[in-house]
Every structure is written in structure tokens, then in C-alpha cells.
């Protein structure tokens, strides 16, 4: 049995309603590494966040391009009451390929956090890791790391987003 009802975590300061607080039409600036301190591209990007099923969901729905190519992707965020930890599910045109990354996350108070894991072309899974942050009502930060097999972490991805007006 869940310790919080979804109509608890729905009010003011509760962790749906922080999620629903994502909702809207967002622009911004998103950064690409492959190595560590070696910028592989910086383009535009426009996103979409948008409650689903009741507000117990938060869909992201987002283009942009890399190195002048197109790609667009998705991904479902939410957090399960009865385990206290934030989901998510996502799949896009470059990064995942084919796949759909599955991530958890415990409720740490700071964010959004998770981590899931991709099959590398050879040896050991590696990680990946997102955060969501919220600083401002009108920014969104979404940074993604990569995690090696024995554990060395780097920023792969940063997406700085300003809410449409």
C-alpha cells in the first residue's frame, strides 16, 4: 500500500504536482559531448511537456538536430508512489536507436533523477543517467550523463529550456 494517495502527491508541493509544474511549450539550446570537455555540437531545440493519464504522467515529446541532422524523441516521466522513486521510459531518433532505455530513480528531494543502462556494440552495459531540474517556473535543465562499465561518469547531453511566451 502506497504511504502517500495520488490525491496527496497531486496537491501543492507533492511529487506529482512538481511534475505537473513541467507542462508547456519549451525552447532552448542543447549541448552534445562524446569525450569529456570536447563539445560535439550545440543546436536549437524546442520540447513539448504535457500531463497524461490524470496527471500521474508527464510526457516529453522534442526535436532538434545534431551535427544538422534532424531527430526527435519522447519520454514519459513519472514517480511510483508505492516504491518512492521516479520512472521513466525514453526512446528518440539518435540516441536509443531502436530501443526504449527504461530508468529508476529514488526520491532524493532534488529533482528528477534516474538511471537505466544501454548495451554498448561490445563488452558490459554502460550507464546513463538524467536529471531534471526545475530552478526557475520558466527553465528547465535536463542534463544526461554516461557511466563507463567500471563506473566513470561524464556529461553527455545538456538541454538549457526557457518556456515559450
Request: a negative charge.
Amino acid at each position: 500500500m502506497a504511504k502517500r494517495t495520488f490525491e496527496e502527491s497531486s496537491k501543492e508541493g507533492g511529487l506529482h504536482h512538481r511534475l505537473g509544474q513541467l507542462a508547456g511549450e519549451w525552447e532552448g539550446t542543447t549541448k552534445t559531448w562524446f569525450e569529456p570537455d570536447k563539445l560535439g555540437d550545440e543546436s536549437p531545440w524546442r520540447g513539448t511537456l504535457r500531463p497524461v493519464a490524470g496527471g500521474r504522467f508527464v510526457v516529453h515529446e522534442y526535436e532538434g538536430s545534431f551535427q544538422g541532422k534532424p531527430l526527435s524523441g519522447v519520454a514519459i516521466l513519472g514517480y511510483h508512489l508505492d516504491p518512492d522513486r521516479f520512472e521513466m521510459a525514453w526512446a528518440d531518433s539518435f540516441h536509443t536507436g531502436t530501443g526504449i532505455m527504461f530508468f529508476k530513480g529514488a526520491n532524493e528531494g532534488r529533482g528528477f533523477g534516474v538511471l537505466g543502462s544501454y548495451e554498448a556494440p561490445s563488452g558490459p552495459p554502460w550507464g546513463w543517467r538524467t536529471e531534471i531540474q526545475q530552478p526557475e517556473a520558466d527553465r528547465l535543465i535536463m542534463t544526461h550523463y554516461n557511466i563507463t562499465p567500471d563506473g566513470q561518469e561524464a556529461k553527455a547531453v545538456e538541454t538549457v529550456y526557457r518556456r515559450k511566451r
